[in-house]
């Protein structure tokens, strides 16, 4: 069974600042991993997501993450932040064949002025 | 392409009244999900068609819920009757048939139980 652990449910950070979420997953096969982003009163929407190959993968708005099998993580950066880059964020993790995603629970993005 | 289409947005119901949500994913994909929102939580899966088939309903609590997706298209998910705690945002995603796709999300419906 697969598994996700998102460490801190609210993050701040002032703007230009480096953005770090921190996702953590659990999987007993090569994981697909995604981070997800959610503003308020809309659907999921992708950032980036790693499948296989290259282990650091660029995603829109100028978000990036990096799969780190040793870790078992995939945490999602971006070097500066900006005022609309305030929302939630998702990490989830599926697998070859089950076509299943399973969630994280969330951490909010808060961006200081 | 046209993206996930739910229907409605917002609902308000009395509790043990019934509710129905709808859903048409995106043509071609084969798989569709219906996941429960709870307010500061993450999405949690509810039911998994692949085609019209039922791939996963363990988390869907079926003395109230039901859902189905006649011709393997659209889907219609049912909550007769409603709890309080079933206020959350119900999604509906749906993905491609290749491994590493990822799943595409309609904007939801937020259900409010009083």
């Known amino acids: 069974a697969q598994s996700v652990t998102q460490l801190g449910s609210h993050v701040s950070v002032s703007e230009g600042a480096l953005v770090l979420l921190r996702c953590n997953y659990s999987?007993?096969?090569?994981?697909?991993l995604f981070w997800y982003v959610q503003y308020p009163n809309q659907g999921l929407q992708l950032l980036l997501k790693?499948?296989?190959?290259?282990?650091l993968v660029k995603g829109i708005n100028g978000f990036e993450a990096e799969f780190k099998k040793s870790e078992t993580s995939f945490h999602l950066t971006k070097p500066s932040a900006h005022m609309s880059d305030a929302a939630e964020y998702f990490c989830?993790?599926?697998?070859?064949?089950?076509?299943?995603?399973?969630f994280g629970t969330g951490t909010r993005l808060k961006v200081l002025a | 392409e046209a993206g996930v289409a739910q229907s409605p947005r917002y609902k308000i119901i009395e509790k043990r009244q019934s509710v129905a949500f709808w859903c048409n994913p995106i043509s071609g994909h084969a798989t569709l999900y219906w996941y429960q929102q709870i307010l500061g939580q993450g999405p949690k899966l509810l039911i998994q068609f692949q085609n019209n088939g039922v791939v996963d309903d363990s988390q869907l609590p079926k003395d109230r819920f039901s859902a189905e997706r006649l011709k393997g298209v659209d889907s219609t998910l049912k909550i007769q009757p409603a709890k309080l705690e079933d206020s959350a945002v119900y999604l509906c995603a749906s993905s491609p048939p290749w491994a590493g796709g990822e799943a595409f999300f309609g904007q939801g419906t937020r259900l409010t139980v009083v």
């Open positions: 999987s007993s096969v090569p994981p697909y």
């Open positions: 989830a993790v599926s697998t070859s064949g089950t076509y299943k995603y399973i």
């Open positions: 790693y499948t296989t190959g290259a282990t």
